[in-house]
Each structure stands twice: as C-alpha cells, then as structure tokens.
C-alpha cells in the first residue's frame, strides 16, 4: 500500500537558518502530495500541495517540488523564524488526487527553531 | 465560516465506558474522515465517508462506529472504550483533495 517516510526529529536550527525536510513515498498511480504543519494544540493546516510531477507547491516562504523520478516531496524555506517552530507533515493523496480515502501521513517531523 | 468544529476537545473515559466524538462541517464539504493521533506516530484513518448514507472502513477501525445522516455531521461512536484508544481524534472534511481539519478531541482512557 501507499506510504509516506520523512525524517525524524527533532530538527532544531537558529533563527534565519536553511531549512530541508526530507519526504519519500511510495504510491501506485499518480497521487497528490502535501505538506500540512500543525502548531501546538491545533488542528492540521494545509502549508502547501502539488498534484503532479514537477509541479512546485509555495506558501509562507516554505516551497516543495514534485519528483517523480525519486518519488520525494523535500519541504524547504531559506531563512525560518521562531514562529514556524511546529510539527510538519508530509501526505499523500490516492486516486490521482480525488482523495475519496483519504491522505497517507508520514510520522511527522518536530521543528524548533531557537533566537 | 466555522469550518470543522469538534466536541469535545478533552474528555477522559474509563474503561468500558462508551462516548460519541461530535463533528460537524458547514462548508457542504462531501467527504469527511476520521483520523486518530499517536505520539510520534503520524495520522491514522479510522473511517471516512464520501457522502450521506455512506461510510467506509479506514486503516483502523476496530473499536469504533460511525454513521453519516447529514452532509453536515460524522459523529465517531467507542462502544467500549479500552486504553489503547487513549489519543487525539482529528476530524476532516473534504471537497475532493484539499482537507479542512477540526482542531482536535484529546481522549484518556483510564
């Protein structure tokens, strides 16, 4: 079945530092991929999607592309801040997208970012 | 606009008690599902339903029932509640790809 593997945390790095986190999957088809980020306390929040290869998903400064030739979807952002310090997940979509099963959530990978 | 609202955001059940998670959408959203929340364990779909009248099994769905009257409301029903269900229970509503999540019922079973 599909699955979802991202890199464990937790990640801690300086305020304005690079940030990377690592998203593999393994789906039949041709699924959606996201990332959600979930703050303390809080539901999950949608951060940014793709629905097909080489599609690049952009939001708040975070950006991930779509690559099928090594089946990842690797979260980025150029300079973070303290208050991105959350838990983010990487998911999968089947059924080319439509979503009528749901997503397939990676572990999820716990960010802090320090001053 | 509400979104996804959820109740409760905390209860604790003893064991063998039974309760019902409320969810409730107001976006028309035709799909909904329920996922369940272990510490560093990622989302597990429990059930979901892709319309009223409809629901389908997920990943997980041993000790748990549903039902989908409306388009608005999929309640989660634990007949008898055990502490392997200790977690937190996310409910999601969805057009078709693009999921609005509540913001959570953190359950303890003791």
């Known amino acids: 079945g599909d699955s979802v593997t991202q890199m464990e945390g937790p990640v801690t790095l300086s305020e304005e530092a690079f940030l990377t986190i690592n998203c593999t999957y393994t789906a039949t088809g041709y699924p959606s991929l996201f990332w959600y980020v979930q703050y303390p306390g809080e539901g999950l929040q949608l951060l940014l999607k793709?629905?097909?290869?080489?599609d690049k998903g952009s939001n708040k400064g975070f950006e991930a592309t779509y690559r099928k030739e090594t089946t990842s979807f690797h979260l980025e952002k150029g300079s973070v801040q303290v208050s991105d310090s959350a838990v983010y997940f990487c998911?999968?979509?089947?059924?080319?997208?439509?979503?009528?099963?749901?997503?397939?959530f990676g572990k999820g990978t716990h960010l802090i970012i320090q001053p | 606009n509400a979104g996804v609202t959820q109740t409760p955001k905390f209860r604790i059940l003893k064991i063998g008690q039974s309760m019902t998670l409320q969810c409730t959408q107001d976006m028309n959203h035709n799909y909904m599902y329920w996922y369940r929340q272990d510490p560093g364990m990622g989302l597990k779909l429990i059930y979901y339903?892709?319309?009223?009248?409809?629901?389908d099994k997920g990943e997980v769905p041993n000790g748990y029932n549903v039902s989908r009257s409306t388009t608005e409301d999929f309640p989660l029903r634990l007949e008898l509640a055990a502490p392997s269900q200790t977690s937190v229970y996310f409910c999601?509503?969805?057009?078709?790809?693009?999921?609005?999540f509540g913001s959570g019922t953190r359950l303890t079973v003791v």
């Open positions: 793709a629905t097909k290869a080489d």
């Open positions: 999601a509503s969805s057009p078709s790809g693009g999921y609005t």
């Open positions: 998911a999968l979509s089947g059924l080319s997208g439509g979503g009528a099963d749901g997503l397939t």
């Open positions: 339903s892709v319309g009223a009248g409809i629901t």
